[in-house]
């Protein structure tokens, strides 16, 4: 079976979408040679290093370095020709994301991450909103089979969509080994000096986007610093997304802004020290369809804070304090609890690690294979 896999996402600088795309493919190559790979992506920022390092003798790379707009234009309303013109004849079209290009009569697989943009509409521009529904409808009608990467996701889409119970199929994404690797010592004196870390600091990681919530995150930990003698800083790394300003308006105008930290883009050697060296961890999502930072900070043995909602709940349950996000001085109290219990840290550290070991590539890539077998 010949599967057309997309790259697009796996980029330079890449997030969620991109890092799961990268092992995925890693695992299915690593595992087995029964079938035949064409690598497909469009992207000026593709990370060509790593998709070139992925050939071997059952697999081709097709590149198209042209902008993201020519993709979208092509792949969502030209419609035309056939993708098979450009690369070949192909079984399957495997998609990292929920879009697909013209295949014609071609089996296809996407991955559907999450409905934060119908489930929340208002934390982002209603255009984007209504283009996105439009087409992540159209490639659904068309697929075969569709991932999702939790069960909370798979209900979602079946509520949101009427979509076909029995067409979707839950792939837990595994986590980068990176990120439960021992302490190195050296690597993480680096890093704390790179960024000029304080000793002790709690730790956001995600996209600056509304449905992060990390006003509330802000909010709540003024009011932590407030209840006593509490020397640690927040430390949130993340790039800018939509609808940030108020985001970065939050953080700026904090009383405590001096003991907050805000980052950019960071590396994922850097990202796996800052993980190990944080006392905690504190994701108030409102919305998750995985929520890759939780199950990152688990596998790093760092406990964590996140939500009782979405798919937080289902993968921080009996390994992590859940909250809920709305209120913040449940968060102020989780924190509190942490910063006071060493014991406390020490038992979700143990539970976080046993809970990162089930999202592993083995199970993924198993997951994946059956799913190719079933056509």
């Not at 996402?9 to 890092?19: E, M, T, V």
């Not at 000096?193 to 990390?214: A, H, Y």
């Not at 968060?331 to 910063?339: C, K, N, S, T, W």
Request: with cysteine; proline share 6%.
């Amino acid at each position: 079976m010949i599967i057309a896999y997309d790259v697009s996402q796996i980029r330079l600088q890449r997030a969620g979408i991109g890092r799961l795309a990268a092992m995925q493919l890693q695992g299915l190559l690593a595992s087995e040679g029964r079938h035949t790979y064409i690598l497909h992506g469009w992207s000026p920022e593709l990370d060509v290093e790593m998709i070139r390092s992925f050939i071997r003798p059952n697999v081709r790379l097709s590149i198209a370095r042209l902008p993201g707009t020519v993709k979208r234009v092509y792949w969502n309303y030209l419609r035309m020709p056939p993708i098979q013109t450009l690369i070949g004849q192909f079984d399957v079209f495997h998609s990292a994301e929920p879009l697909l290009p013209p295949i014609g009569n071609k089996k296809a697989i996407i991955s559907f991450n999450d409905s934060a943009y119908y489930k929340f509409p208002q934390f982002y521009n209603k255009t984007t909103a209504r283009k996105w529904d439009y087409l992540y409808r159209r490639a659904l009608r068309r697929a075969d089979a569709v991932t999702v990467l939790s069960e909370n996701t798979r209900s979602d889409l079946i509520e949101m969509m009427n979509f076909p119970p029995e067409k979707i199929h839950v792939v837990r994404p595994p986590t980068d080994p990176i990120f439960s690797a021992a302490e190195k010592p050296e690597e993480e004196a680096r890093v704390r000096q790179k960024f000029s870390l304080p000793d002790r600091f709690m730790l956001f990681v995600g996209t600056l986007e509304p449905r992060k919530n990390i006003p509330r995150l802000v909010q709540a930990f003024e009011m932590f610093q407030e209840t006593g003698d509490r020397s640690i800083s927040l430390v949130i790394v993340g790039r800018r997304g939509w609808l940030y300003e108020d985001i970065l308006k939050s953080i700026n105008t904090s009383a405590v802004c001096k003991r907050i930290i805000l980052l950019d883009y960071v590396a994922d050697a850097d990202l796996a020290a800052l993980y190990r060296m944080a006392m905690m961890f504190v994701f108030p999502s409102l919305y998750e369809g995985h929520g890759y930072p939780v199950v990152e900070a688990m596998a790093s043995g760092t406990p964590v804070i996140t939500s009782n909602n979405s798919s937080l709940k289902e993968i921080g349950e009996g390994a992590a304090i859940l909250v809920d996000a709305e209120k913040i001085d449940e968060l102020v109290e989780a924190m509190r609890r942490l910063f006071d219990s060493e014991d406390l840290c020490k038992e979700l550290s143990t539970k976080g690690r046993q809970r990162a070991t089930l999202f592993s590539v083995d199970n993924a890539v198993n997951a994946i294979l059956k799913l190719y077998d079933s056509f």
